[in-house]
């Protein structure tokens, strides 16, 4: 296999990538959303803090991208 093959490939599938994800939008928010509170005033960034948003916009990320969503693989 060339590697111009493999460039090609994944040059196509990161174009496809903003439309695949665009159906994640309430989950990218709703995790920016606990990051600038977790973030904000005096108090540090802990980690983990918003981890329940981080793993809902995760699996969304998933689904779009992965078999069977037309994502590629």
Known sequence: ???RGV???TRARLRRFPALLAGCGEQA???GRCV???AGGTAEL???ACLEEF???RD???RAV???AGGGG
Do not use: T
């Open 7 to 9: 460039w090609l490939r």
């Open 55 to 57: 793993k809902a916009l």
């Open 46 to 48: 802990r980690r983990d």
């Open 1 to 3: 296999m060339s590697g």
């Open 60 to 62: 969304c990320f998933a």
């Open 66 to 68: 992965g078999p069977g």
């Open 36 to 38: 600038a509170a977790a």
């Open 29 to 31: 928010a709703a995790y």
